[in-house]
T-cell receptor, first 119, second 114 residues
Framework: AQTVTQSQPEMSVQEAETVTLSCTYD???????LFWYKQPPSRQMILVIR??????QNATENRFSVNFQKAAKSFSLKISDSQLGDAAMYFC????????????????FGKGTLLTVNP | NAGVTQTPKFRVLKTGQSMTLLCAQD?????MYWYRQDPGMGLRLIHY???????AKGEVPDGYNVSRLKKQNFLLGLESAAPSQTSVYFC?????????????FGDGTRLSIL
């Protein structure tokens, strides 16, 4: 079974600075997808960024980028120019790309990292 | 666009009571999921469905039942609520054979069992 580990329960960053959230995962598969979700106090689960394992290029979405190291099974999220609205719980998630069975479409989540942004 | 809608948003139950959480999606998604979120645990899959009339167990299915009578609806039932089921419940949906597409989540239901 796949597991996702977020080793930082809490992180803080000054407004306008850069912060990196860590995520590692364990899998025996070669084809999969990785996601970062943001959960603000409103409780919504908002997709921040996704990465396909077969792509070597790191995904970017505006101020958000990832450092995907497939051999190391690492998938960190970098937030540049942090804003107060970035304060939230961030979840890393894994999804198999296998077409065998519906369970391979489920997401496996890490336990989350609570990000605080200081003005 | 409504996306994924969960009802109710909050509920307080007494131990032993039963209730049903409703999830509705208007995106014509095949796959639907129920997760629970507990402090320090992330989200864990309770049950999921790969299509109308089919359901399957996830990581933590005990004490819950589900039904998918219509493609757009996925119901989560608690037959005899226990305090250990106090949690925030999320429903999600996704497209079939589009595993690079994200799951779309509802806003969650906060359930307290006294």
């Amino acid at each position: 079974a796949q597991t996702v580990t977020q080793s930082q329960p809490e992180m803080s960053v000054q407004e306008a600075e850069t912060v990196t959230l860590s995520c590692t995962y364990d899998t025996s598969e070669s084809d999969y997808y990785l996601f970062w979700y943001k959960q603000p106090p409103s409780r919504q689960m908002i997709l921040v960024i996704r990465q396909e394992a077969y792509k070597q290029q790191n995904a970017t979405e505006n101020r958000f980028s990832v450092n995907f190291q497939k051999a190391a099974k690492s998938f960190s999220l970098k937030i540049s120019d942090s804003q107060l609205g970035d304060a939230a719980m961030y979840f890393c998630a894994y999804r198999s790309a296998s077409s065998r069975g519906g369970s391979n479409y489920k997401l496996t989540f890490g336990k989350g990292t609570l990000l605080t942004v200081n003005p | 666009n409504a996306g994924v809608t969960q009802t109710p948003k909050f509920r307080v139950l007494k131990t032993g009571q039963s209730m049903t959480l409703l999830c509705a999606q208007d995106m014509n998604h095949e796959y639907m999921y129920w997760y629970r979120q507990d402090p320090g645990m992330g989200l864990r899959l309770i049950h999921y469905s790969v299509g109308e009339g089919t359901t399957a167990k996830g990581e933590v299915p005990d004490g819950y039942n589900v039904s998918r009578l219509k493609k757009q609806n996925f119901l989560l039932g608690l037959e005899s609520a226990a305090p250990s089921q106090t949690s925030v419940y999320f429903c999600a949906s996704s497209l079939l054979r589009k595993s690079n597409q994200p799951q779309h989540f509802g806003d969650g239901t906060r359930l307290s069992i006294l």
